[in-house]
């Protein structure tokens, strides 16, 4: 056998140990808190213990976002920072959207309306928190991108694993997570249950078994928020919750990979 058909014997073979595709396990529920809590608590657990908010990557586990941390100074009516839960909070999120920007809404503390009720006054009557008091949204848009790094760091990584409680999602298929490879591929699309009435919640988690997922795009509801917007289906988001963000690996790694392969087949030839 020749040198060439040995490396060419290597490439077969890392592509052969390449993970096959498996369906993604699903987790969703919709109503008041306390009839999402189980599938949020089922998605956590699956993802392993919770991880501390600091800078680094461990080997296992989740992380999570409540968004109620966040300081009056960066939210409303002050625009929430989309790399806050990088840099301030290492969580290993950065988010980006098409519109201008993003919001984390108000406490009652501060004297600013809750609930977005600063976007419009209606608002406080039609969403809910499942951890109170603050929610999320994007401004200008109902995309929000969710790009992941190992936390503190700009390393990029991936996660396994995603979710995201939602409140007043009232028609079906309006509110959708998209998952991408790290070839920026998408890989699934996924609806989140829908609900009769105001204030009330969705849960939505994905965990995949062999996928890396190195971006999620929410679209949540399709009307984004205003002061007259009541007539489509608005929709903010609460909790995130998500499996601990991976480092990802340097395109050299495959190819020593491949070179050690070479080496084994070479040295039984040679035998």
Not at 67 to 83: E, T
Not at 100 to 126: K, L, W
Not at 128 to 139: C, E, G, K, N, Y
Not at 215 to 238: E, F, K, W, Y
């Amino acid at each position: 056998m020749r040198v060439s058909q040995i490396l060419q014997a290597a490439v077969t073979t890392v592509t052969l140990v390449t993970p096959v595709s498996a369906a993604p396990i699903v987790f969703q529920a919709s109503g008041n808190s306390a009839g999402i809590q189980g599938q949020v608590d089922a998605f956590r657990a699956a993802l392993g213990t919770l991880n501390a908010n600091v800078a680094g990557s461990f080997a296992s586990g989740r992380r999570e976002i409540n968004w109620d941390g966040v300081p009056d100074a960066s939210s409303s009516p002050n625009s929430f920072p989309p790399n806050f839960f990088n840099v301030n909070s290492p969580r290993g999120t950065v988010f980006a959207t098409p519109g201008t920007g993003f919001q984390v809404s108000a406490n009652a503390a501060s004297g600013t309306p809750i609930e977005f009720g600063n976007i419009n006054p209606t608002y406080p009557t039609v969403f809910t928190t499942f951890s109170a008091p603050r929610l999320f949204t994007a401004i200008g848009s109902t995309i929000t991108d969710v790009n992941f790094f190992v936390p503190g760091s700009t390393l990029s990584a991936f996660t396994t694993g995603f979710g995201a409680v939602f409140t007043d999602v009232n028609i079906a298929g309006s509110t959708t997570i998209q998952f991408f490879d790290l070839g920026n591929n998408l890989i699934d699309t996924v609806t989140a249950p829908a609900t009769a009435g105001n204030e009330m919640l969705s849960f939505l988690g994905v965990q995949f078994t062999t996928e890396r997922i190195g971006r999620v795009r929410i679209t949540s509801g399709n009307q984004v928020l205003g002061p007259g917007a009541t007539t489509g289906d608005v929709v903010v988001m609460d909790d995130f919750i998500y499996a601990e963000p991976t480092i990802v690996p340097e395109p050299s790694t495959l190819g020593l990979l491949g070179i050690g392969l070479a080496g084994l087949l070479l040295k039984r030839i040679r035998a």
